[in-house]
């Protein structure tokens, strides 16, 4: 009779750990697959909007809870924040990448740097740099980096099929 009761633990121990085992695989190869941003919209004479997507990858079974996400908007060519964002917590779906959407207002009046920089430069790149952080405490220290950069003045003197607003179409740079 003890000896049932050994054998049913041992199996039910074997049989708990395998199917952590098989949910839990690949948990340290969730991260970021791709970011790249989309482009500019709703140009106006105050603001715009900057347009992302951030795909993240869970090859694991077990849904993943993200805590954060956390980004700044940096002027490259002076290392300027010229804005930063955050998307509150959400869950990556079990074996799937998740395209989470990323829109960001900036405002033309707090930099005047960048408007300096359109109405004197060829090209003015902003980059988006972040951190996704998942809500797992063997993953939390570990935040998954993400980033890219875009040519503004590009986006916004080109034609609305290029991508574009075309508010600046025509403008000259001067030297």
Do not use: H
Request: a negative charge.
């Amino acid at each position: 009779m003890a000896l049932n009761k050994v054998l049913v633990a041992v199996l039910v121990l074997v049989l708990v750990g395998g199917v952590a085992f098989f949910y839990l695989r690949g948990l340290d190869e969730v991260g970021v697959q791709s970011f790249s941003i989309t482009g500019l919209k709703d140009i106006g004479a105050n603001t715009f909007t900057l347009t992302a997507d951030l795909v993240i990858n869970n090859p694991s079974g077990a849904s993943i809870p993200i805590k954060s996400v956390t980004y700044d908007v940096i002027l490259k060519d002076t290392g300027e924040s010229i804005a930063k964002g955050v998307i509150p917590a959400f869950t990556l779906a079990a074996n799937a990448a998740t395209t989470v959407p990323l829109e960001q207002k900036i405002a033309w009046g707090p930099t005047a740097q960048l408007a300096l920089l359109l109405a004197s430069q060829d090209s003015v790149y902003v980059t988006v740099a972040g951190n996704v952080v998942v809500d797992l405490p063997e993953l939390r220290e570990r935040p998954l980096p993400f980033s890219d950069e875009v040519d503004v003045k590009e986006k916004l003197t080109g034609t609305p099929s290029e991508g574009g607003g075309g508010i600046l179409k025509g403008f000259e740079t001067t030297r």
